[in-house]
């Protein structure tokens, strides 16, 4: 890794990587403060009684509001938001490290100095993995330092509420990593992100009918995102460390590809 280019990739990267935390911390923040009005709520477990089950399935909600701040947050934040925002970040994020810098020229620039292509992608994907990690972190630490003060007498499970991050950040640890392969494989930055993002877009999508449709049910073996069962892992029904290690492998796979594929190939003068 080259310290002076992660510097100042990070003086480019910093304020969005930021945004994004901050925005994550929010959204946790709002939904454990909403958490214990909507909990005693008769009127809306009735509502969720009276929708589809395949429906409430799909967005975590299978059993109703959950009695407990883990299942809610599962439900209310895992199962969507915590998702979009990573995703969002991570195929954007990547975009504009690789890509994006092709596209313009700079990297032509960046690498007629003394720094090796090696050291200026996995300087890159650094940079890339790093705010994977800080906000996953920012949606952790509302729940470490503000349900307490939010909710008297809380009740939460926090091994397994980190086993629920441990495995989601290995989740966008894969899709980050086939998003930088992408940025590092294509010159054109539009393409690069509408390839890696149409891709995820398509994985969500079939996550999402498989949990609707039993007939469907097949079709999570076509996704990324059934890996990720953040309800389930509240519950304690599922044993993270298989899902775990394959998430894990895969995403250093992917790394490792999109490194030697930028070590390798033609760039544009």
Not at 155 to 182: A, C, H, P, Q, T
Not at 186 to 197: T, Y
Not at 233 to 261: E, N
Request: with cysteine; net charge neutral.
């Amino acid at each position: 890794m080259n310290a002076s280019l992660f510097k100042s990739m990070m003086k480019t990267n910093g304020k969005s990587i930021v945004s994004y935390a901050f925005g994550a911390a929010f959204y946790m923040l709002l939904i454990i403060w909403i958490y214990p009005s909507i909990a005693k709520s008769d009127a809306l477990n009735q509502l969720f009684e009276q929708m589809p089950a395949n429906y409430l399935s799909a967005f975590g909600f299978e059993g109703g509001i959950s009695n407990e701040l883990i299942g809610f947050l599962a439900g209310e934040y895992y199962g969507l938001l915590y998702i979009i925002i990573l995703l969002i970040f991570s195929v954007v994020t990547a975009t504009q490290l690789v890509a994006r810098l092709v596209d313009r020229g700079s990297m032509a620039y960046l690498l007629s100095t003394s720094t090796s292509r090696i050291r200026v992608a996995i300087t890159q994907g650094f940079i890339l993995v790093l705010g994977l990690f800080v906000i996953t972190l920012f949606s952790v630490l509302p729940v470490l330092f503000g349900a307490k003060w939010i909710i008297d007498d809380v009740n939460i499970n926090y091994s397994r509420f980190f086993e629920m991050n441990i495995v989601g950040f290995l989740l966008f640890f894969v899709i980050s990593g086939y998003s930088f392969l992408f940025s590092c494989l294509f010159n054109d930055e539009k393409r690069a992100m509408a390839i890696s993002g149409g891709l995820s877009i398509i994985f969500f999508a079939l996550n999402l009918v498989a949990k609707m449709s039993t007939d469907l049910e097949w079709l999570k073996y076509l996704t990324i995102f059934s890996a990720f069962r953040p309800t389930e892992i509240a519950k304690g029904t599922t044993d993270i460390l298989p899902v775990s290690l394959s998430l894990g492998a895969v995403g250093i796979v992917l790394y490792a590809i999109a490194i030697l594929i930028f070590q390798k190939r033609d760039l544009p003068l």
